[in-house]
């Protein structure tokens, strides 16, 4: 069980658990909207797990939430988080794949933290590898939903690992899709990068390139973390 500020995760039905960098990208992209940077009306949340991100984008936001799950047990999880949090009318669970998702409406907001591994061994625990490669949902797939799923103006975002964002990034181009911003996150100072945050668009715009490290080089949360973090983490 994870406690936030104004709800709780809890997590023994999935196979991936809350992680620091899951919740930095959700802080991330909930600030955009706070700053009005993007105003999304109608948000996608894809793989939402424990149903995480959605809760945290639905404090900071009006917007109505679709968190799609297709692992039965983290699908129940997140459904029990979200009819315990204050915004259970915001968010609607749904047990289905993506691809079987047929909106009616494109989104203006489309989050996921996805699959990262394409090629790599499995675990013996079918259910982490559900959650950790992309044999369900191969990226290029997943690109593609999100293409045709993403509203004119609208904002799609991933948090994926640096060390493949080449990879990633040349199926995004092929898809049509422009990345208009990229956060990269390190540990810290000393530590090379681990994950990268894109935001992606419809159309082209200048690359904004931004770092974060997790803790500064003294040890303690940095201070742009700290600020990213400060209406969810109950340490802060």
Not at 29 to 56: F, N, Q, R, W, Y
Not at 110 to 120: G, K, L, T, V
Not at 148 to 174: C, V
Request: hydrophobic residues 40%.
């Amino acid at each position: 069980m994870f406690r936030f500020k104004q709800f709780t995760v809890h997590q023994d039905k999935t196979a991936m658990k809350v992680c620091t960098d899951a919740c930095l990208f959700g802080a991330c992209v909930a600030e955009k909207s706070e700053t009005k940077e993007i105003s999304p009306e109608h948000i996608l949340d894809i793989g939402t797990g424990t149903g995480l991100l959605s809760l945290m984008l639905a404090q900071k936001t009006n917007a109505k939430i679709d968190a799609v799950e297709i692992n039965a047990g983290a699908f129940e999880q997140a459904s029990e988080n979200i009819a315990a949090s204050p915004w259970q009318e915001k968010i609607q669970a749904h047990h289905i794949s993506v691809l079987d998702l047929f909106p009616g409406e494109k989104y203006d907001l489309i989050i996921c933290n996805p699959p990262f591994y394409e090629s790599h061994l499995s675990s013996p625990d079918n259910d982490r590898n559900m959650a950790m490669h992309a044999s369900v949902l191969p990226f290029a797939e997943l690109m593609g939903f999100i293409k045709n799923n993403l509203s004119l103006f609208g904002t799609a975002t991933l948090l994926l690992p640096y060390i493949q964002l080449k990879y990633f990034e040349n199926i995004i181009a092929k898809t049509g899709l422009f990345i208009t911003e990229k956060i990269n996150i390190a540990h810290s100072p000393a530590h090379p990068f681990f994950r990268s945050i894109l935001f992606i668009s419809e159309t082209e715009q200048q690359l904004k390139h931004t770092e974060i490290s997790i803790k500064d080089s003294a040890g303690a949360y940095s201070d742009t973390f700290y600020s990213l973090l400060k209406d969810y983490y109950l340490l802060f």
